[in-house]
């Protein structure tokens, strides 16, 4: 028996389900007349899990594949890119996948290392487009997705995974990195900081700057703004305030070099603010 200690349902980690609402969707799904049938889905929801699964089928190319093997995968990444939920994807995958670096053709299906490889030059234009840096490395996304890979003795019933390796792969899963942005915006914030209270902020900055990527204490990072990224999107914060400026929350992200800002916002900041710091 579960017992959900926590009365207050707004502020409650738990997400509880409107009756309503449940026995209106599927009408709301499937109504032609309804304004919004033909928009896409919000990427920041499905985006993340969909990537999980790009990379997974990647990794899980085989290392020597046979001309069929080739072939199928092919396929399979072409028409990936016209089924996206959302139109601008599928534009940018188009062209993406035609343009130098990120090219899509039978020389990508040569090997594992050429296709997994592919797929992380694909999720960095991506990024790159949206005005977004997370800093990984093919190394780092090697580390994470390898560990996924099934490493059991074979039984009738199928594979049997020790728990102990299954659970290093679980712990790896949760890896999740956060945007990284140029100090140079946290600069130009200080006096900003100064007027929302946050009198640490300096020393956050000066403390997140001089981390050393993939330590313990990186990883911290990373975990500690996901929360609060996470939080500002369930609770519909905004990144900036009436006066275009960053929200409380979103300068506790920057004082530890990471916004839900793109670069062009930052940009728009940072030329706004630059001289006045």
């Excluded at 032609?32 to 919000?42: A, K, W």
């Excluded at 956050?204 to 939080?231: A, M, P």
Aim: glycine share 6%; net charge neutral.
């Amino acid at each position: 028996m579960i017992v959900n200690v926590n009365k207050d349902k707004k502020n409650s980690a738990c997400i509880h389900i409107d009756p309503i609402e449940l026995i209106e969707a599927p009408g709301k799904t499937n109504d032609p007349t309804n304004p919004d049938s033909n928009n896409g889905l919000i990427t920041s929801i499905w985006g993340p899990p969909c990537w999980e699964t790009f990379h997974s089928i990647t990794f899980g190319y085989p290392i020597k594949p046979t001309q069929e093997q080739k072939n199928d995968y092919l396929n399979f990444f072409v028409f990936f890119g016209k089924v996206l939920p959302c139109s601008y994807c599928r534009i940018s995958y188009a062209e993406f996948i035609k343009e130098p670096g990120t090219f899509l053709d039978m020389r990508t299906m040569e090997s594992r290392e050429t296709l997994t490889k592919w797929g992380f030059e694909l999720h960095n234009r991506v990024n790159k487009k949206l005005g977004v840096n997370y800093g990984e490395t093919y190394q780092e996304m090697c580390y994470k997705f390898e560990s996924y890979r099934a490493k059991c003795t074979k039984t009738d019933k199928g594979c049997l995974m020790p728990l102990d390796i299954k659970a290093k792969s679980y712990q790896k899963a949760k890896i999740i990195r956060s945007p990284i942005i140029d100090i140079k915006y946290c600069y130009v914030l200080k006096e900003h900081a100064k007027t929302l209270g946050l009198i640490n902020y300096n020393e956050y900055v000066d403390y997140f700057s001089k981390l050393t990527r993939n330590t313990i204490e990186w990883g911290d990072r990373d975990c500690n703004t996901r929360h609060i990224i996470n939080y500002m999107r369930k609770n519909g914060i905004n990144a900036l305030d009436e006066n275009g400026l960053p929200s409380f929350y979103e300068m506790i992200l920057i004082s530890m070099l990471c916004s839900t800002l793109d670069t062009t916002k930052l940009d728009i900041l940072y030329e706004r603010l630059h001289g006045q710091d």
